[in-house]
């Protein structure tokens, strides 16, 4: 039969072709391969050639935008290392999808700064709260053991165009976002709970709403919020919503919009292409988050995953990151760093919100999925239909 | 006679291959998300009871009926935009483009386009949209604005202005193939009884590519229906049609909500097909 | 009242300027990216552009572990190759099926059409969720190419059913009573007249299996396809080497369609039919 001859050939092809494609990776086939599952920006080449130049091991990466399709691809391959934040770490715990680090086998971790030890830079700085990793990555009292280990940060604020949007001595208020005089200029986080969470911020600062606990507002808050949200966006005030880094670059970058929450390597990419941008030193605090890796529970490959969370944690990757725009929770890297680089990405000479110690003090809330996602999702969905 | 005889057990297993396929692929995982669509639990799990909740929930709220009417209404809007735009297409390049070469020749210029992925083409709009891109660096430059217009992008307008571009092919194709069909000797003998030609047109040709329209129109209905890369790219995800919807829901952990979008999506789009086939059934595609 | 001749020259003007204006419209956007392909390596997938670089051509070239365009290009590519094959084979069989009227057909006919009627995510994530009960992997060579098969078989079932309409049955009769046995005739009356069909299926095929994007997001597993790549882009720079790959995708087409378009003349030079009116038929 026509059919069945052509199915054997193709079947025959397939395979053949099949073996030819999936082992294009740089390593040859034999040693141990490592699955892990992250983002664009942090599972990058250079990062990933060095780790298997030290290591032998083949990384095999599973990158993904959605942070929830990441969480998920635990249960349906098997993975050694989950590349994510706080928030979905969380997510990922609670489904025990992952398993607890022995914080015994990353010695690097005694030299976190003390953002990440108890959760505030020194015992006068505000405690950021939400999914604060300084209070929650641990997985028991003594700390011993941890849900993930952090290993870049960053403290998101507000990006401007500083030719199209003054501010005095770089200081800005989350609630100059909605200020009417940038209608039509503006970008705001597109994901539901993040998108809200900036709303809030601003609403706060412009004292528009006054929320018992800014990372989970009661149902009302959010009416609130989605309300006003809602009349912005009649007006016109957002130009576009952004969901992926790269979004918000290009957004900047076109001129586009003037004014959006950021972070700091959005600036750098920003101004690489020519375009003025700053990040402002925000009066109420950063909203930070922090990117780390975790350990699935059904890893095959427990040594070589703790191999892989200690290079990260040993200085080069840090660094490599640094050079983006993130920071490491350890102060590893600064051997692999000019001293100029140092000097400018540590001590903060010439960068905008100053040197990181200053910036440690300085957060306010972290990235924290709400408990009532379900409400905050049907009302931004109203958002999205009006 | 035929190579074929009726009703024989090799006419059932010519069919079987495409018929199996079809219910292992589609209709199997089809009816899986219904029952997903169903669940009552949150997370994911087989033993959750069932309940009809979640699609009282869509139709409860308004956002999401909302949502619904907005999809069903931009694609009614694409399949009247690209309907006349591809008719005039096709018409002008069957009966007007004398030479054969010639009508290839644009006839391939139309479909190239489509042979580089879709989603590079929808990021090459964001630019060609833009305050700064081309469009507006031409009306600048014309003079017939002197700011900029906003509108263009990251809008239902933008969406709407990109849309014609990816899928006026569609509505083009089938209607070049049933006006080639049309033998020249019936618009002949409509002419030689002295009709005019607005009449000619409208009595005789236009019938005849009737179907040719339709498979057209059903085409757009069902591209412009599911899509959700353009509506977020070119949308500035401001807004959300429901494929944008079933993305969204799913990615905030609601399963079973997702489903339901994704079952609603699908019934809207086989009722849609329904009706359009009403008005002609293109079974008989090709029998003159 | 105007002239019969002048209003048809009217007309005539009035649909060439609205091809010749949708021309425009559709080939802007493609040239446009060809402009910024050549940007420097300091500039974005937007105007304003900086500088004229091959960068971009020469980044995709490079070998990397992570961003790498080539080997999902690679797997598009066999994936739309497999699919072209399969496609049209199936086609075939199942329109030639359709000629027996069979008990069912017409459920049959609409089984098929219904994977052009499914909505890519529905099929997609239903796969997904399938495979996750019956613990079954995903990849791009079993279950993004079985769901692939779903979305382009209606199309090359429907180009199939359009060509046996037309199809002359007194040609197969002829040969059957010369005594020719039905496979045969199938083979050497049948087929070579159905071909062009047949080829308009594969290429169905393979353009709407390389370009597939909203099925295969859930579908496929940790090697991506080219298009679910370029949606990982996102995430990161959006950068002009899509812009590259854009438009050596648009370079290579015009060149491959032009092949195609070629060997559907020498085909249709040799088909037994000398009393077929020639007109010319070019699939979509």
């Known amino acids: 039969m026509t059919t069945t001859r052509r199915e054997v050939l193709k079947g025959g092809a397939m395979a053949a072709g099949a073996m030819a494609l999936g082992g294009i990776p740089m390593a040859a086939a034999q040693g141990k391969e490592l699955s892990v599952v992250g983002a664009t920006f942090n599972l990058r080449d250079v990062i990933l050639q060095e780790f298997t130049k030290r290591s032998g091991i083949t990384v095999k990466p599973w990158i993904n935008p959605s942070a929830q399709a990441r969480a998920d691809r635990l249960r349906v391959a098997p993975v050694d290392n989950l ?72 403290f998101d604020s507000v990006g401007y165009n500083p030719d199209k949007v003054p501010a ?18 503006v970008s705001l986080y597109g994901i539901d709970w993040l998108g ?11 004292g528009l709403l006054k929320p018992a606990d800014l990372t989970n507002l009661t149902e009302k808050e959010v009416d609130t919020v989605i309300l006003f949200l809602k009349e912005k966006k009649k007006e016109g005030h957002f130009r576009a919503l952004w969901k992926a880094f ?120 972290w990235n924290t999925k709400p408990k009532n996602q379900e409400y905050y999702t049907d009302k931004w969905n109203e958002f999205l239909a009006s | 006679m035929s190579t074929l005889r009726e009703r024989s057990p090799a006419g059932y297993a010519l069919a079987a291959p495409a018929g199996l396929w079809m219910l292992g692929a589609l209709v199997v995982p089809t009816i899986f998300i219904a029952w997903v669509s169903l669940w009552a639990a949150r997370g994911f799990t087989l033993a959750s009871p ?50 054969p070469g010639l009508q290839l020749a644009v006839f391939l210029l139309l479909v190239v386009p489509f042979w580089t992925s879709a989603l590079i083409r929808t990021i090459g709009w964001i630019p060609f949209l833009g305050v700064n891109g081309v469009i507006n660096q031409v009306l600048l430059l014309t003079g017939i604005v002197d700011r900029p217009v906003e509108a263009f ?136 | 009242m105007i002239p019969w001749r002048t209003r048809q020259r009217l007309v005539r003007a009035a649909l060439g300027t609205i091809t010749v204006l949708f021309l425009a419209y559709q080939w802007l956007p493609m040239l446009t990216m060809a402009l910024l392909s050549f940007t420097d390596p300091e500039g974005g997938t937007t105007f304003p552009m900086r500088g004229v670089s091959l960068h971009w051509y020469r980044e995709l070239l ?69 495979a996750r009960v019956f613990g079954f992997g995903l990849a791009w060579y079993t279950s993004t190419f079985a769901v692939h098969i779903v979305w382009t078989l209606p199309f090359g079932f429907l180009t199939m059913l359009a060509v ?51 099925r295969s997001l859930f579908a496929t597993g940790p090697e991506q396809t080219l298009p679910l790549v370029i949606y990982a882009q996102f995430d990161r720079q959006l950068q002009p080497t899509l812009y590259a790959i854009g438009t050596l995708t648009t370079a290579v087409s015009l060149g491959a369609v032009a092949l195609f378009a070629t060997l559907l003349r020498l085909v249709r030079r040799r088909t037994l039919t000398s009393d077929q009116p020639s007109k010319k038929e070019s699939q979509p």
């Open chain 2, 50 to 99: 069932l309940t009809l909740a979640n699609y009282a929930k869509f139709f409860t709220r308004p956002a999401y009926v909302r949502v619904l009417g907005d999809t069903v209404q931009q694609a009614l809007v694409m399949m009247l935009i690209t309907g006349v735009i591809g008719y005039s297409i096709a018409y002008f390049l069957v009966v007007h483009v004398r030479h």
């Open chain 1, 246 to 365: 790269g979004e918000l670059v290009n957004l900047m970058a076109s001129g586009e919009v003037w004014i959006a929450d950021a972070w700091w390597p959005t600036v750098l990419e920003v101004r690489k292409k020519g375009v003025p941008c700053r990040y402002a030193e925000a009066v109420e605090g950063y909203r930070a988050w922090a990117v780390g890796s975790s350990i699935s529970a059904t890893t095959k490959n427990l040594d070589a995953a703790y191999e892989w969370i200690n290079y990260w944690l040993e200085g080069y990757a840090g660094a490599r990151q640094a050079e983006i725009g993130y920071y490491s929770p350890v102060d590893t890297y600064t051997k692999y760093l000019t001293p100029d680089q140092v000097r400018q990405l540590i001590a903060g000479e010439g960068r905008d919100g100053g040197s990181v110690e200053r910036r440690n003090t300085k957060v306010f809330v």
């Open chain 2, 153 to 288: 992008l990251f809008s239902r307008t933008g969406i709407t202005l990109s849309q014609v571009s990816f899928y006026t092919l569609l509505a083009t194709g089938p209607v070049v193939y049933t006006l080639r069909n049309i033998p020249p000797s019936l618009p002949e003998a409509a002419q030689c009884l002295r009709a005019t030609p607005l009449r000619v047109f409208w009595r005789i040709v236009f019938p005849l590519t009737l179907p040719g329209v339709m498979i057209g129109q059903i085409l757009v209905f069902l591209n412009v229906m599911a899509d959700f890369a353009t509506a977020q790219a070119i949308g500035g995800h401001k807004h959300a049609f429901l494929g944008n919807l079933v993305i969204l829901l799913y990615e905030s952990g609601q399963l079973a909500f997702a489903a339901v979008v994704a079952v609603l999506l699908m019934i809207a789009m086989l009722l849609g097909v329904a009706v359009l086939l009403k008005v002609v059934d293109i079974r008989r595609l090709g029998e003159s």
């Open chain 3, 164 to 214: 046996f309409n037309r199809f002359d049955r007194r040609l197969e009769e002829a040969a059957l009573t010369l005594r020719a046995t039905r496979w045969t005739a199938f083979w050497r009356i049948t087929f070579p007249l159905v071909l062009p069909g047949v080829i308009g299926a594969a290429l169905f095929g393979f353009t709407l299996s390389y370009d597939e994007f909203a």
């Open chain 1, 196 to 206: 809200m969470l900036d709303a809030a911020l601003g609403m706060q600062a412009l």
């Open chain 3, 62 to 130: 490079r070998v990397q572990m992570v961003d790498d365009f080539k080997p999902p290009m690679a797997r598009s590519l066999a994936l739309a190759g497999a699919c072209s094959i399969t496609t049209a084979a199936l086609a075939l069989a199942a329109a030639q099926a359709m000629r027996g009227r069979l008990r069912g057909s017409g459920a049959y006919f609409y089984l098929i059409l219904l994977g052009a009627m499914a909505p890519g995510l529905l099929v997609g994530f239903g796969v997904a969720l399938l």
């Open chain 1, 83 to 154: 590349e994510s934040g706080a928030d979905f770490i969380k997510y990922a715990w609670d489904e025990k999808l992952i398993q607890p680090v022995d914080l015994a086998r990353v010695p690097a971790w005694k030299r976190a700064v003390r953002l990440f030890q108890e959760g505030q830079q020194t015992p006068q700085s505000p405690v950021g709260f939400g999914d604060n990793p300084g209070r929650m990555m641990y997985a028991d009292k003594e700390k011993t053991k941890a849900k993930y280990v952090p290993y870049m940060y960053q």
């Open chain 1, 168 to 185: 005095k001595d770089n200081v800005l208020s989350w609630g100059e976002l909605f200020n009417p005089k940038w209608r039509g200029k």
